[in-house]
C-alpha cells in the first residue's frame, strides 16, 4: 500500500505528526531522514512558509532526492543538511534551535545511541520535544534483526540520564512504539 508521502504504510504520517505536535512557523527536523522524505514533506507541511524543515542524513544520495523533490514542488521550507548524527557537534544546525526533532527508525542503524541522543538533544531548545519511534522489541516478518532493535526501557534510561523527561507513550504502529521526550 503506497502513502502519497512516500515511505511505507507501516507508520501513519498524520498521526506521528500529531504526536510530534507540530505547528506553524515551527523548526523542525528530520535526523535520519532516509530517501523518501516520509515524514519531512508532511512537516514542511505543517510548519508553513514561516516554519523550517532540516532533512538530515549521513547519506548524501537520500539528501539529494529530498532536495530534488523540494524544488520540483517548489517547497521552499526544506534544508538538506549532511551530518553524522554520531559525532557531536557535526549537524550544522545551531544548537538549541529546534522546536522538534525526530528520530524515526534511526537509533537501530547505530550502536551508537547515546552519541545521536546526545547530538539530537543538543540542537533542541529548552523545553523542545524529541520524538523516537523505534522498532518492537519482538520478533516480526520484516525489520531489523531483533538484536538491532532499541529496547523501549533502555531508551528512557539513557534519555534520562542525558536531560529528557518523557512525555507520553504510545503505539506507533503495528510493529512500532513511539516515545515523545522534553528537554529540561
Known amino acids: 500500500m503506497n502513502n502519497p508521502t512516500g515511505g511505507s504504510a507501516l507508520l501513519n504520517v498524520n498521526f506521528i505528526m500529531a504526536k510530534a ?28 512558509a514561516h516554519g523550517l524543515v532540516y532533512a538530515v542524513d549521513i547519506l548524501k544520495p537520500s539528501l539529494e532526492s529530498i532536495a530534488r523533490r523540494a524544488r520540483q514542488e517548489n517547497i521552499n521550507n526544506i534544508l538538506t543538511i549532511w551530518s553524522d548524527l554520531e559525532v557531536y557537534r557535526a549537524t550544522k544546525i545551531e544548537t ?15 550502536q551508537k545511541r547515546a552519541e545521536i541522543l546526545r547530538e539530537s538533544i543538543r540542537l533542541l531548545k529548552r523545553g523542545g520535544r524529541l520524538l523516537v519511534v523505534e522498532w518492537e522489541d519482538t520478533s516480526s516478518p520484516f525489520g531489523p534483526p531483533p538484536e538491532k532493535r532499541v529496547k523501549i526501557e533502555q531508551l528512557k534510561k539513557v534519555s534520562e540520564k542525558l536531560g529528557l523527561k518523557v512525555e507520553e507513550e504510545f503505539d506507533a504502529g503495528e510493529f512500532h512504539y513511539g516515545v515523545l521526550f522534553m528537554k529540561m
Open 96 to 110: 538549541e534551535s529546534l522546536d522538534v526533532a525526530l528520530l524515526i527508525n534511526t537509533l537501530f542503524h547505530s
Open 21 to 48: 505536535r507540530l505547528k506553524e512557523r515551527m523548526k523542525v527536523a528530520d535526523l535520519g531522514c532516509g530517501t523518501s522524505g516520509h515524514f519531512v514533506f508532511p512537516a514542511a507541511k505543517i510548519v508553513g
